[in-house]
């Protein structure tokens, strides 16, 4: 039964973040069609067979039951349906086909135009509602290196001063979290050590390697103290926030990550603990040395030994105008790093299986994102939304894409392609898609 009730739960948010994005797909194509006085005959979310369906006016409304797609069926168009029958007659003034090209390429390119301003409309609400909060880094680019980790094989150590990745400069609160750095043609990174100028090259294929291993295995955070849990084994020994532990036990913890690790190895065994705190605001650490022993608890939910302090944060705060601003910024870079990474995939940089993901992945995703809160959920949508709009914008029959590359003939020819040519490529496209549907399903069963 449980197992049963995981699966709804997975099956739901999908549900949900899908529908949201093909109703805004297809009200694109939909709302432009009826500007430019277009007979739409029918408006559906989902594919057949028919869950419900209303006539009204001289739209039918339909809700299908296989939740993969939607459709709008525009009268004189050539499209999923592979009616032509409309095609032994004269064009109609309220046809797809009477219209000039220009209006027709606006009408197919319509669904992607909603789907990327819907993109931008969640991130400037998310902007709005939440601000963005970052952690506190490092302020000279001083880094922590996992051994064993991509990093650590790269050639990075700890303690090395990040200068810049692949020619960008480091940030405090963007250099090692972009990934539009990591995934340059040729990533290189630049670190300052012991006085000398040193610069190492990634593998080529740093998304696969970063799928494989999880992380690239640096932390920028410092062990410094953003908040206190009340009653906790360091509200206890008298821990505040803006305090940074310097070692544990006599072993070095200046890094987030690096005082976890000693954490979890120390177990729940009571530990001394070193931290500075500085005098003033303006003092830097070190003025004030303390000193406490410190038992850790393994009451927080899933067993790890803690001491009750969470990283410190940086929130910024934004008011609407920003907030639209900043949407738009992230949505910008989102679609490039999505293109970029869709680009190295396709010229086999980086491996197919491991970083294209089918319908069962964005199940995992959205589910987990959604138990996260809906924040994460959002964001989600916002991503997929993106996604769905270049992968539809791809020159690929049945797509949008394909739609638009013969209207671009037409434009440019003034000579319409043949119906036998559409229609053949409709229906090459279309097994392309449930071919490459099915293998994305049983390649993400195999990756789970």
């Keep these: 039964m449980d197992a049963v009730l995981e699966i709804l739960s997975y099956v739901g948010w999908v549900l949900l973040a899908i529908t949201i994005l093909v109703f805004v797909h297809e009200m694109g194509h939909f709302l432009f069609a009826k500007l430019f006085n277009m007979r739409v005959d029918r408006f559906s979310v989902g594919f057949p067979p028919k869950i419900f369906g209303k006539q009204i006016g001289e739209t039918e409304y339909v809700v299908g039951a296989t939740p993969l ?67 506190i880094a490092t302020d000279d680019g001083t880094i922590y290196v996992e051994e064993s980790s991509l990093a650590y094989d790269i050639g990075l150590r700890t303690g090395d ?79 505040q926030p803006g305090d940074r532990i310097v070692t544990i036990n006599g072993r070095e913890a200046r890094f987030w990550v690096q005082m976890s690790e000693v954490i979890q190895d120390e177990g729940s065994e009571p530990i001394s603990v070193t931290w500075v705190r500085p005098d003033s605001a303006t003092a830097t650490p070190g003025d004030s040395t303390i000193s406490a022993m410190i038992t850790p608890t393994t009451a927080n939910g899933d067993g790890r030994p803690v001491i009750g302090i969470t990283w410190a944060t940086r929130t910024t705060e934004y008011g609407a105008g920003a907030a639209v601003l900043a949407g738009i910024g992230d949505t910008w870079s989102n679609t490039k790093l999505i293109i970029t990474n869709l680009k190295r995939v396709i010229t086999g940089r ?57 209207l671009l003939y037409e434009g440019i020819t003034r000579r319409e392609p043949s119906l036998k040519v559409r229609t053949v490529m409709q229906q090459i496209g279309m097994v392309l898609l449930l071919t490459l549907m099915v293998f994305l399903i049983f390649n993400d069963i195999l990756r789970l």
């Excluded at 197919?108 to 909603?114: K, L």
């Design 69 to 135: 797609g939607g459709y709008v069926k525009i009268a004189g168009m050539v499209d999923e349906s592979m009616d032509t029958d409309y095609m032994q007659s004269e064009p109609e003034p309220w046809e797809f086909r009477s219209k000039p090209v220009w209006q027709r390429i606006i009408v197919i390119s319509a669904g992607v135009i909603f789907n990327v301003i819907l993109a931008a409309f969640i991130f400037s609400g998310l902007k709005m509602a939440y601000g963005e909060t970052q952690r």
């Design 161 to 239: 001063q990040l200068l810049n990745i692949s020619g960008k400069p480091y940030d405090p609160y963007s250099g090692l979290q972009s990934l539009e750095a990591l995934m340059a043609d040729s990533l290189t990174v630049t670190v300052a050590r012991t006085g000398d100028t040193l610069t190492f090259e990634g593998p080529q294929d740093i998304m696969t390697q970063l799928s494989r291993r999880g992380a690239l295995g640096i932390d920028t955070t410092p062990s410094m103290v953003g908040q206190v849990m009340p009653d906790s084994p360091a509200a206890e020994a008298g821990l």
């Design 350 to 406: 980086e491996s197919f299986r491991e970083n294209i993901g089918g319908p069962v992945m964005v199940a995992v995703v959205t589910k987990e994102a959604a138990e996260a809160g809906a924040r994460n959920f959002w964001f989600i949508v916002a991503m997929l939304s993106i996604t769905l709009a270049i992968v539809n914008i791809l020159p690929i029959p049945a797509l949008d894409g394909g739609h638009l590359v013969f």
